[in-house]
Nanobody, 122 residues
């Protein structure tokens, strides 16, 4: 069992930055892919980025490529999502998740955090 807790969300103006953290406890998340997803009101949960268990390979949704950076520190059992040049359309609840293999699909992730709200004002 892995427990995930996100933090770092908040209200920011367009063009600003936020850094989300995802702290894992319980069984270590070493060996697992870590992903970030987001869900806006009335919309389906969508893929944002994932990073493999070594941290050596990552993948991003086109909508965030070049603006967001995913990283992880396995020694601290913590993952991160650095979000720069934020836009109003980035407003959503952001979730971290862990899974057995790199994937863009929600159903491939086994454990999820409770989410953290990110609101970008124009």
């Amino acid at each position: 069992q892995v427990q995930l807790v996100e933090s770092g969300g908040g209200l920011v103006q367009a063009g600003g930055s936020l850094r989300l953290s995802c702290a894992a406890s319980g069984r270590t998340f070493i060996g697992n892919t870590m992903g970030w997803f987001r869900q806006a009101p009335g919309k389906e949960r969508q893929f944002v980025a994932y990073i493999n268990w070594t941290g050596g390979w990552s993948w991003y949704a086109d909508s965030v490529k070049g603006r967001f950076t995913i990283s992880r520190d396995n020694g601290k059992n913590t993952g991160y999502l650095q979000m720069n040049s934020l836009k109003p359309e980035d407003t959503a609840v952001y979730y971290c998740a862990t899974g057995g293999r790199p994937s863009l699909a929600v159903h491939d992730y086994d454990y999820w955090g409770q989410g953290t709200q990110v609101t970008v004002s124009s």
